[in-house]
């Protein structure tokens, strides 16, 4: 096992102690919001696929990164938080998913760049739209409950 897949499994048990504390405390809606963040972390690290490892650990520690954030409550106590936390992610997600997309048409996309280029930034604005329609979710219907610890 190299060192990035270490940190890969380092940062899911990271998130799974977490899980078990949240539970633990009755805290359901923060439990679901740390599964939401674990299931895509787990299908990155064990789904079998050419993106370099090392692209691999940088996802699953974003996810990991955001669930701490949350569980800890500190995206309401530090307003900043929340951009760069998104700018890293953003970056992550669209790295790791355009490379598992475009896997196959790589090569041949390598020699138009432009074509590359646009096609991994189409990709991650799609993929931070539908981030964003999912915290305006969180925000309009459950925010204040989990937030509230409930």
């Known amino acids: ?33 740390l599964l939401l963040l674990m ?7 064990r789904w079998p ?8 650990a940088v996802f699953v520690l974003a996810m990991a990164l955001t669930a701490t954030l949350y569980t800890l409550n500190l995206f309401a106590r530090i307003s900043w938080l929340d951009k760069v936390v998104h700018l890293y992610c953003g ?9 598992m997309l ?7 996309l390598a020699r138009a760049r432009l074509l590359l280029a646009t ?3 189409c990709v991650g604005a799609t993929i931070a739209v539908l981030w964003e329609i ?15 610890g409930q």
């Open 1 to 33: 096992m190299n060192r990035n897949d270490r940190l890969s499994l380092g940062a899911l048990a990271a998130m799974l102690a977490m899980l078990l504390l949240v539970s633990v405390q009755g805290r359901g809606l923060m439990s679901a919001l």
């Open 39 to 45: 299931a895509p972390s787990l299908f990155v690290f």
């Open 49 to 56: 696929h050419r993106v370099p490892r090392a692209h691999v």
């Open 91 to 99: 970056f992550a997600v669209t790295l790791v998913f355009g490379l």
């Open 102 to 108: 475009y896997d196959r048409v790589l090569a041949a």
């Open 119 to 121: 096609s991994i930034f």
């Open 134 to 148: 999912g915290e305006w979710i969180l925000d309009r219907y459950v925010a204040g409950r989990i937030v509230h």
